[in-house]
C-alpha cells in the first residue's frame, strides 16, 4: 500500500518514510532546529582540539566528534566534508525515534584558544619520576633515546633533561608509563620514593631510579 507524506506529497514508493512523514520533510524539520554555532577548545601551542577523549591532532574525524559533543551530545554522527578555522561543512546522521535522517549543515566555528593540561605541565616542567642513568656513555644516549620515544608514542614527555659527569638525569611526566617502560625491557632499577604533597588526603609520591648500564 502507498503512503503519502502529509507534507509534501511524496509516496512511500519514492522516499523512505519515517514515522508518519518522509525522510525528507522530517530531515529539514531537523534541520532547521540543529544549531549553526560551535565553540571549539583550542590549544594555541600543539594545535590540537579538545573532544570527549581529550585534546586529539586536528582533522575532519577529531572536528565531527567535537562537534557531534557540542551540538547534539553525541547522539548524532557528523561527517565533515571540508572546514577552515572559521567554518565546516558537514554531513549530519540524527537518529530520530529508532530511525535516522541525514542532512547537510554548514557550521559557524569559534576556536576558543586555550593551552592543553599537557602543554601547561611541559611549560611549568611538571614530572612525576626521575630517571638516572649511569654507565658507559653510549649505552647511556642510547638508552635516553629510548626512552624518550617509548614516552612520546604513549602521550608522555621529558620535561627536563641534565647531562652529568656520571651520566643522564631525565624527568618523566608519567610515572605509570616510566614503570611500564622498565617492565616492557626487563629492566630492574633501584628505586627510592619521596613525598612530594597531599592531596585531596591522598599522599602523592615523585619516585626516582637509579638504572646502571655497565
Known amino acids: 500500500m502507498i503512503r503519502y507524506c502529509p507534507t509534501c506529497d511524496r509516496t512511500s514508493d519514492k522516499a523512505r518514510f519515517v514515522g508518519e512523514f518522509c525522510e525528507f ?13 560551535a ?26 566528534k567535537a562537534l557531534a559533543k557540542i551540538l547534539c ?10 572546514y577552515d578555522e572559521a567554518s565546516a561543512e558537514v554531513t549530519v546522521l540524527y537518529p530520530v525515534d529508532s530511525d535516522h535522517v541525514s542532512f547537510d549543515k554548514k557550521i559557524s566555528i569559534k576556536m576558543a ?22 654507565g658507559e656513555k653510549t649505552r647511556v644516549l642510547a638508552m635516553s633515546k629510548k626512552l624518550r620515544n617509548f614516552a612520546e608514542r604513549r602521550g608522555a614527555f621529558v620535561s627536563k633533561t641534565e647531562e652529568l659527569d656520571a651520566g643522564i638525569d631525565m624527568y618523566l611526566s608519567d610515572k605509570l608509563m ?14 627510592s620514593y619521596t613525598l612530594f604533597t597531599v592531596k585531596n588526603g591522598r599522599r602523592v609520591y615523585r619516585d626516582t631510579y637509579l638504572l646502571k648500564l655497565d
Do not use: M, W
Open 25 to 37: 520533510c522530517v530531515a529539514e524539520k531537523v534541520s532547521r532546529r540543529f544549531p549553526t554555532s
Open 39 to 64: 565553540r571549539i577548545e583550542y590549544c594555541k601551542r600543539c594545535g590540537r582540539i579538545r573532544t570527549s577523549e581529550g585534546y586529539v591532532t586536528l582533522n575532519r574525524e577529531s572536528l565531527g
Open 73 to 82: 551530545n553525541s547522539k548524532c554522527k557528523i561527517a565533515v566534508k571540508k
Open 113 to 134: 584558544h586555550q593551552i592543553c593540561q599537557d602543554d601547561y605541565r611541559k611549560s611549568s616542567g611538571y614530572y612525576e619520576a626521575v630517571v638516572q642513568l649511569r
Open 178 to 191: 616510566l614503570r611500564t617502560f622498565f617492565l616492557y625491557n626487563r629492566l630492574k632499577p633501584k628505586a
